[in-house]
């Protein structure tokens, strides 16, 4: 099992910028899918942008253009960088990580979009 530690959050106005960080403890290896999800206030969560260990990603098509899902580095820690936000982008980010066997959750870092 691997613990996932989110990063990054904070308060920024509209058209402003956040890089949130996912560090990952233990080892990853093998096929994983790593996804950033995000639950606004009365929402679902939702997956906002996904990348495989293949490389191949995928975003939500609200955030396309945006936000750059990158997987983890040698350091182990996987970013979302979060540009043009907009108030709807407001919610609690979460990364996870789902390999054949596991499926793990970080904590959450909270990201709010107001004037």
């Known amino acids: 099992q691997v613990q996932l530690v989110e990063s990054g959050g904070g308060s920024v106005q509209p058209g402003g910028s956040l890089r949130l960080s996912c560090s990952a403890s233990?080892?990853?290896?093998?096929?994983?899918?790593m996804s950033w999800y995000r639950q606004s206030p009365g929402k679902q969560r939702e997956v906002v942008a996904h990348?495989?260990?293949?490389?191949?990603?995928h975003y939500r098509a609200s955030v396309r253009g945006r936000f750059t899902i990158s997987t983890f580095n040698a350091q182990n820690t996987a970013l979302l960088q979060m540009n043009g936000l907009r108030t709807e982008d407001t919610g609690v980010y979460f990364c996870?990580?789902?390999?054949?066997?596991?499926?793990?959750w970080g904590q959450g870092t909270q990201v709010t979009v107001s004037s």
């Open positions: 996870n990580l789902e390999t054949t066997t596991n499926d793990d």
């Open positions: 233990g080892t990853i290896s093998g096929v994983y899918i």
């Open positions: 990348i495989s260990s293949a490389g191949t990603k």
